[in-house]
Structure formats: structure tokens, C-alpha cells
């Protein structure tokens, strides 16, 4: 739920500013993207949904089928233009089934037809928190206090096969669910119902009596035991942040960290408490605790939209490709100049935010773009026969270098026709989107008298191997450094034979942390973690 264009509305001027790209953006990643439609697919438009797939079925529960919202309480959410239907779609087909969700009560269908839920799969479950709607049970629009487990086989058998769903559902309802426009993530058993808000009432550009809206300014903690017949919730817990919290429709994705850790991302998001523009600085949530990056502004893509992780182990650095959306800057193709622009207009560009094994973050454009003026409010659905972590990271050096390979596809959301004030329209395509790494596989040692230089194990708790091949007899210095360059220790310095050298470092006394390994001209990432 945005009011991204209730600037036509309010501002009285609209903030113009360009800068040359080499001064911003950082270097590529070690991937491309392409982007291909699929042609004669018949599928219903829909955005801001709740997904699940097993196998080759998709399903999609909730949403919207019309474009951006209005601004005006009697076109912000028409009833209308909910989306009524269960769906799923076949991929080896492209047909699609669908189920009518008036067959069941108010009370199980309302939060089903809703907009913007929390939701994540886990295995044969999909748990859908929340989201906005009308509740035809108190004859006005709210944010749903519930959390409702779909059983995904039985649904999608029961879709396809013209069945009854309601022995599809089970529902629980607990205040702390009452949210919209945040998102649902899951570290080791813990759930993260992340910020998001509770609107109440008609939605309109102008605050009054038509509703009430309450940011989360939350990320709450909780554990969900299901034996398929009860849920029951537990250990909630809170962080609380009401300044850099105070977001909704924001993307966020899974990381991979250089100890091999996993944490959630989150991205952007609207709006700033004193400013209708999105928030630009990164959310790192970990099992450890959640941080903000207030030293860094993301440039672009600051709304919900269709996103792809990817990791490279070798370099410890985590890749998170932003496809399309809506974004404060929009990349000029021909001039080459980033435009910034306070009413946020629809986006092509396909950008990469990168995380390098340090903490350093920088972006840069693809050379692909999107076809239109697509991406917001969109899903990337993974292709699980490639390489990836178990939270949905794409292993990219497990990949074959330089072959194109089915990532995943890219399906609805919201097209509009122009950056600015024009038409917007439900994505009813469906595009496959592939990935082709072009990662190092080693340093060119052609010209290098220390090579195939190695560290095990890595991450390290008390000692590690460093091992080497010395072509012809040297001094070889060997020292770790931290992450500001300082040396940290002297592991060698001394002449050496040629053939092959292993050394052990004792890493016991240096802190957790990233450190920098150097062999003569060689640098080796070191993680360790005690």
C-alpha cells in the first residue's frame, strides 16, 4: 500500500537533481540478467498477493487486480478489484485454475481477499499474516489480526479439481498480526513479522476521519508450532526503532554473511516520519540482533518489488538484483545521468546492490533492462533445480561460468505506461528470467610465483591452514591484516624452497571478524568466528 503519488496532491514543488553515474555506482556483479516474456500464457493480472508453489504449481491467494491504488477514498481500494479468487497455475501448461473464495465464511475469506500480507512458505505450509481489506463482518475496511495457515497439496488439488477449500485452511487471530505492508521472514525456528502498519478505514491522500494508521515501528519475534491440526504461538519478542522502523512496503531477501550465517534484508520503504519520500537506509536483521546502516543510502528500487539474491562464497559477498519498481532516482539511458525525483516514479532499471565480505555496500545498473515500466509489487519465483542456499540464496560459484541458466521467472505486479501520473495497470505477464555467471575461478597465475594459495578451514574458530605453491625459491612475507589494513599478525618472513608450503595460523586470540590474508601479492578473505 503506497501513497507514493499523493505528492501531485501535496508538494508544491517537485525536487529535480542529477549526478554523473561513475561518481556512484559501484562495479558490476559477477552475473547478467536476462529477461524474456513468455508469449500465449492466459493468466489473471494480479498484485501485492501471497504465493506458495510445489513442484510445477504456483499458487497465489489474495492481492489486488487493478494498478496502483487511488488517492480518494471511493477509488483507494474498491471492492471491486479485489482479488476474489484462489489461483493456481500449472508450468507445464500455463493454464490456470481457479477457486471462488465466497464459498467459505466472512471470517475465513476476508483476510484471503486482502492486500499486502506478510507470508512465507515453510514446506507444505503457507502462512499468510495480516493484510488490508474490507471485513464484511464490521462493514468497513481494516487490518486483519490473523495469521492463516494454508495446507499448499491440498489446496492446489482441491483448486484444480473444482473441490471445496475450507479443509485447506486453518486460522488463528492475535493482535500482534494486525499488519499490512510489512513482511514475513524465518531465521532458524524464530518467525520475524517485520514493520509494516494497521490501517483502519477508507484510504485517502489526506488524513481525517476516513481512517486511522498505526506503523508497527516493530520487528516481532515468535515461534509457530503446527502439528496440522493446532498452531500455537510463542516467545513473542520485540524491537522496537520508531524512527528507522517507521516503514512499509518496503522488498526485502534473504543474505548469506561471510561466516555463512544467514539474516533477512530490508530495503527501502515509505515513508520517512517527517517526509513523504522512502527510506534509503538498509535494514540488517540477524539472530544475533538487527542493525541499521545509517551511513548508506540505497539509490535505487525503494519499493516492494521482484528481487533476486545471490552469493559468492570465494569473494564473501553477498549480490541482491532489484528488478524494476519504483525508486527517488531513475537511470536517463541516454544521457547516462541519474535523475532524482521526489514524486518516486516507476523504474526499467535492473540494479544490484552489493554487499563485498568487508560491509561495504555499493550499486550498480544492469545492462539489461526490463521490457516496461514493470517490477513493483512483483515476485521472483526460484527455480529450485539451480544451486542455492536453504534460505533461497543462489550459490552462484556452484554454477557452470558462463552458462545461461533459468533462474527463476518474474510474475505480476503492477505496469504502468509512464514514470509519473500515468495509467497502471495489474501485470498479467509472465517473464523467465535467466542468469549467467561470470565469476573468477582463480587469479591469473600465469605471471605469479606463489599460486593455488588456499585457507581450511575458513571460516576458522582456533587455527587454520594456509597452503601454497612456491614456483621458484623467494622470501615470502605472510601477515593478516584487518579490515582497515592494519597488520594484526606476522605469520612469516623468510626465504623459502620451491614446491609446496603449508603454514598454520593460530587465530584464537584475534577477534571474530573479517580479516585479509596476504601471501606476497596474493589477498585470501579469512573469516573467523569463535
Known sequence: MSSTFKLLFLTVFISINTFQLKAQFGALPPYTIQIKAISGTVIPGVHSFAFAQ??????????????????????????????????????????FYSADLNQLPF??????????????????????????????????????????????????????????????????????????????GKLGNDYYLMLGHKFTGRYDHVAGPLFTQIYSNRIKKFTISDNDTTIALSAFTYQTDTTNFHRRDFTSAPIVKPNGDFGIGIYGGVFQKNVDLPYRE?????????????????????????????????????YTTFLGGISVYDFNDTTSVLVYDTVVPFINDITTLTVDGFGIKSEAIMDTHLSGLLGANAKFISNYNIPHYSNDVIRINSMTNNAQVLAGYMFGGIRANAGNFGITLSNDSIYRVYVTPHYTTSVDETSMNIVNAQLYPNPSSDVSTLSFVLKNAETVRVSITDVTGKEVQLIANEKMNSGSHQLKINTSKLAAGLYVCKVGVSHLSLVISH
Request: proline share 4%; hydrophobic share 35%; charged share 15%.
Open 282 to 318: 538498509p535494514i540488517n536483521i540477524e539472530a544475533l540482533g538487527t542493525t541499521t546502516d545509517t551511513s548508506y543510502h540505497q539509490i535505487m528500487s525503494q519499493y516492494t518489488c521482484a528481487v533476486i539474491p545471490v552469493y559468492d562464497s570465494t569473494k564473501f559477498t553477498m
Open 107 to 184: 471470517s475465513l475469506a476476508d483476510p484471503l481477499r486482502s492486500t499486502n500480507m506478510q507470508y512465507i512458505q515453510e514446506g507444505n505450509h503457507l502462512y499468510m499474516i495480516g493484510g488490508y481489506g474490507y471485513d464484511s463482518t464490521l462493514s468497513h475496511y481494516a487490518t486483519f489480526p490473523t495469521l492463516t495457515a494454508i495446507n499448499v497439496d491440498t489446496m492446489i488439488n482441491a483448486v484444480m479439481n473444482a473441490l471445496p477449500i475450507a479443509s485447506s485452511i486453518r486460522q488463528v487471530v492475535d493482535t500482534n498480526f494486525a499488519v499490512c505492508g510489512g513482511d514475513l
Open 54 to 95: 510445489s513442484g510445477d504449481k504456483w499458487l497465489f491467494i489474495g492481492g489486488r487486480t487493478n494498478g496502483l491504488h487511488g488517492l480518494n477514498s471511493n477509488d483507494g481500494f474498491p471492492q471491486e478489484f479485489k482479488n476474489d479468487k484462489v489461483i493456481v497455475v500449472d508450468t507445464v501448461t500455463w493454464n
